[in-house]
């Protein structure tokens, strides 16, 4: 079990930048892999980036490889998705999800989230 905060959502112009981050809680981080999915309205939840136990593995989903570096930080218990070059199109809000162990680009395989956090992209 682990508990997941997101934080570093907000609005920004086309071209801009955030950084999101999601603080987790709970009994050995570092054995879940780690993924950010998105909700934008109307759609399904959709998988964005995910990054193996170990940090060594990651997995992106086409429309943001290159621009959404994922990372995490297992002394701090966190993991970082650095999002530069901000579409309209990537509005949504973004969850931190986990699964044990290893990656997976499907978002039905993860089972813990946190709450998510808004981001806003404004032509």
């Known amino acids: 079990q682990v508990q997941l905060v997101e934080s570093g959502g907000g609005s920004v112009q086309a071209g801009g930048s955030l950084r999101l981050s999601c603080a987790a809680s709970g009994r050995t981080f570092s054995s879940y892999a780690m993924g950010w999915v998105r909700q934008a309205p109307g759609k399904e939840r959709e998988f964005v980036a995910a990054?193996?136990?170990?940090?060594?593995?990651?997995s992106y989903a086409g429309s943001v490889e290159g621009r959404f570096p994922i990372s995490r930080d297992n002394v701090k218990s966190t993991v970082s998705l650095q999002m530069v070059s901000l579409k309209p199109e990537d509005t949504a809000v973004y969850y931190c999800?986990?699964?044990?162990?290893?990656?997976?680009?499907?978002?039905?395989?993860?089972?813990?989230w946190g709450q998510g956090t808004q981001v806003t992209v404004s032509s």
């Open positions: 990054i193996d136990a170990n940090g060594a593995d990651t």
């Open positions: 999800a986990a699964r044990i162990w290893g990656l997976s680009p499907a978002v039905s395989q993860y089972h813990f």
